[in-house]
């Protein structure tokens, strides 16, 4: 069974500053992609990034990037330079062959002013 | 579409009433998902469709629980005789393929049961 695990419910950062959520999982698939979502007070679920675990360069969208530690099974989402509309909860997800779509818990980001 | 769409936004019930949540994935999109998430909790995978065949249903929580697709289009997830621990945000996602493709969400839908 895959697990998806994210350790840490709250985190805060200063505008402007830098910070890193974790992720871990569990698979034992070879072939699989792996997902940051972002979801805002209203609800809606956006894709942050996606990685696909064939992939060794770690995936970068704007000022969120990636590191992926495939042997470790690590997923890390890193957000440069924080901004007010970072904040919401994040989720990261891991989808194999199978269709098999799991989600950890979510980590609530709060940027500060 | 330009998204997806659900409907109702929220949806107040009383027990044991049965309800109809609603999803319009992005038009073209093949493959369709149904998620819950409690409060304060991660997503639950509830059920997929591809097309209008939805091959594995054991992700459903219980027989109260029940999920159709018609014309490869509009879905819809029916909760028969609504119970308590049903309350919480329906969640439906589209993808245009169903391997290996971004899912796109929808905003959800909330229910509350009384």
């Known amino acids: 069974a895959q697990t998806v695990t994210q350790s840490q419910p709250e985190m805060s950062v200063q505008e402007a500053e830098t910070v890193t959520l974790s992720c871990t999982y569990d698979?034992?698939?070879?072939?699989?992609?792996l997902f940051w979502y972002k979801q805002p007070p209203s609800r809606q679920m956006i894709l942050v990034i996606r990685?696909?675990?064939?992939?060794?360069q770690n995936a970068t969208e704007n000022r969120f990037s990636v590191n992926f530690q495939k042997a470790a099974k690590s997923f890390s989402l890193k957000i440069s330079d924080s901004q007010l509309g970072d904040t919401a909860m994040y989720f990261c997800?891991?989808?194999?062959?199978?269709?098999?779509?799991?989600f950890g818990a979510g980590t609530r980001l709060t940027v500060k002013p | 579409g330009a998204g997806v769409s659900q409907s109702p936004s929220n949806k107040v019930t009383e027990k044991g009433k049965d309800v109809e949540l609603r999803c319009d994935p992005i038009?073209?999109?093949?493959?369709l998902y149904w998620y819950r998430q409690s409060l304060g909790q991660g997503l639950e995978f509830l059920i997929y469709?591809?097309?209008?065949?939805?091959?594995?249903k054991s992700g459903l929580p219980s027989d109260r629980f029940s999920a159709e697709r018609t014309g490869g289009s509009v879905s819809t997830l029916t909760i028969q005789r609504t119970q308590q621990e049903d309350s919480a945000v329906y969640l439906c996602?589209?993808?245009?393929?169903?391997?290996?493709?971004?899912?796109?969400f929808g905003p959800g839908t909330r229910l509350l049961v009384l």
């Open positions: 469709f591809q097309g209008n065949s939805a091959p594995d």
């Open positions: 990685q696909e675990a064939y992939k060794q």
């Open positions: 038009s073209g999109h093949t493959a």
């Open positions: 997800a891991l989808r194999d062959d199978n269709n098999d779509m799991r």
């Open positions: 698979t034992s698939e070879s072939n699989y992609y």
């Open positions: 996602a589209s993808s245009r393929f169903l391997s290996q493709e971004t899912q796109y």
